[in-house]
């Protein structure tokens, strides 16, 4: 068995990069720049420059590392180590798992980011290595990762798991960035908080969320969790629909999954209990009593660490 | 390579079981009654027993038999072989694996009947061994088995794939088996559409259901989509509301999974494209466009067959 492993995260800012110890101790971790110009070209060779710098620096011989973990933005063909699109960078059909493993000479293993920081939390978040689980990341969107049977399931091309595009509003809904409109994402996500405190506000409603956006001129989903704990009735309306439709739609999700966790991740999930609470009894009110039963709701632990473990994690499960 | 498996399909009538070759020929096929005295304690007896008087009789030697799958009703433990709960028998804790094993000294592979029909379904009906699909069975009520990664997908206490109790009325739906209501099976399953044209007709709709149901004093799913084709308004508002809850339960499973296909079973697809060409343009409505690329509708063609050879392929799965 190797005794190093290597797990990145590549985002449309940054690149995140662990070195870890085969047991998921980690060793060190970094971050270097996207250079995205001629569509991302580059990035294979500034991951692996950057890692053998770091080797060096650690005295880690190349020889030690069993091989290299990627998560990274959009679809993904797995198998095959190919970003089919990555909107964000500008890739088409980039082979990116080839490209690393021609200058690494190193295994390298690839999928979806979110899949990826799903078994990074259920390796050593708060996951307690489940087979079967639900990640929920609430940032700017929804994002999802799934795990069945101890594997992350990517589906038919790559687009498995994207529960934020569930559709929540089958008429009227808000405009979502998939080009649809109702999706859960544009209810629940950070943005999509945001969105209805600011509308709340504009139609004059009797809130104290109209005099924070008067002082600060913008509103988060901070501001409604917040507002909402003090009593707000406005704020606690917001909440109570938030997490209605969330604990209703991972009602579903759990229906087909039956899942022994389902992990809360992003800057939403910051709120705790707050969130979990009213999402608890949601989600109680919808699924199967033998789904409830199965299952609960944990806050994720790993914050932006979660996609570096879940690289080093995946290089470590296909590699043993 | 053993050249032969056994399939076994437990039902609350009837057990069916199947001689198949290695690559799926079927020798032979039968059923003997479910004996449910004493809490079905004689089943595994009555299994093995007419298994081996089968063998005989096609001079089919034990040691020529690679093993024994077998689809039971309720919740199972697939790694353990125990039918955790089987309502419709009265098994609890049953351990049928163990049992089977016991007596016929064969290895002996377990899973719920939806998830095994699906295999079956999946190895030669029309499946084509892809690695992600969903099976949905519409009969008496609505089942679904789930293929993620080329692999059953039970869950963490065997509730996966349950879609027929994913909640499709939040407020005031109809009452389910399952104890709660408004559950996609009161909409969709036989039973549902023939329950919502008996209620069309006790409202004194104008439609031809009604001068059907004065004629037989019943209604069927049949009817319904048999009046909804001849261009009866009334059928025909029934089919499209079933299609839509159904297709958009479909979207949300399928974003989820994304499969490559979906096959539709059970009495209710007998309608065949009448089923389909409505449940596709509501699926088409809710879902992302990449979900919708990857994924084809099928009608299944085993029939009640599919739990046979689903048991048969779930043992080579294993064996292999």
């Known amino acids: 068995m190797k005794k190093n492993l290597v797990g990145v995260d590549i985002g449309g800012t940054t690149i995140k990069i662990g070195l870890f110890k085969n047991e ?10 996207t250079d995205k110009t001629n569509e991302g070209e580059r990035i294979p060779h500034d991951i692996w420059e950057s890692i053998e710098h770091k080797m060096s620096k650690h005295y880690i011989d190349k020889s030690t590392v069993g ?59 708060s996951g307690d290595l489940v087979d079967n689980l639900i990640v929920v990341t609430l940032g700017t969107g929804v994002g999802g990762g799934i ?6 399931v990517s589906g038919a091309n790559g687009t498995a798991g994207e529960i934020g ?20 994402e544009t209810v629940t996500s950070a943005t999509g908080i945001a969105r209805q405190a600011l509308e709340a506000v504009n139609e ?22 917040d507002l909402a704990k003090e009593g ?55 699924a199967l009593p033998r789904i409830i ?9 790993l914050g932006n660490d979660a996609g570096i473990y879940g690289g080093a994690y995946l290089a470590k499960q296909n590699i043993e």
């Not at 795990?147 to 992350?152: E, K, P, T």
């Not at 559709?167 to 979502?176: I, L, N, R, S």
């Not at 039963?293 to 632990?301: K, L, M, S, V, Y």
């Open 24 to 33: 998921g101790e980690i060793i060190d971790k970094w971050e270097i720049p």
């Open 67 to 125: 091989g290299i973990g990627v998560g990274a933005p959009g679809f993904i063909d797995a198998k095959k180590g190919i970003i089919l699109i990555g909107v964000n960078i500008g890739w088409n059909d980039f082979e990116l798992g080839k490209k690393l493993n021609a200058l690494s000479n190193l295994p390298v293993y690839m999928d979806n980011d979110a899949n990826v920081a799903a078994i990074g939390e259920n390796w050593k978040g």
């Open 147 to 152: 795990i069945a049977n101890g594997q992350i």
């Open 165 to 184: 595009h569930i559709t929540v509003e089958k008429e009227g809904g808000a405009p979502c960035n998939c080009g649809r409109s109702g999706c859960l």
């Open 204 to 225: 004059g409603k009797n809130t104290k969320l109209a005099e924070r956006y008067k002082n600060k001129n913008k509103l988060t989903a901070k501001d409604v969790f």
């Open 232 to 286: 707000d009735a406005v704020a606690q309306d917001i909440v109570n629909h938030v997490t209605d439709v969330l604990g209703y739609s991972l009602a579903s999700v759990a229906t087909v999954i039956n899942p022994s966790k389902i992990i809360m991740g992003g800057g939403v999930s910051k709120a705790g209990e707050d969130l979990l609470r009213p999402l608890r009894a949601a989600f109680e009110q919808y």
């Open 293 to 301: 039963e199965g299952c609960q709701f944990e806050i994720a632990t």
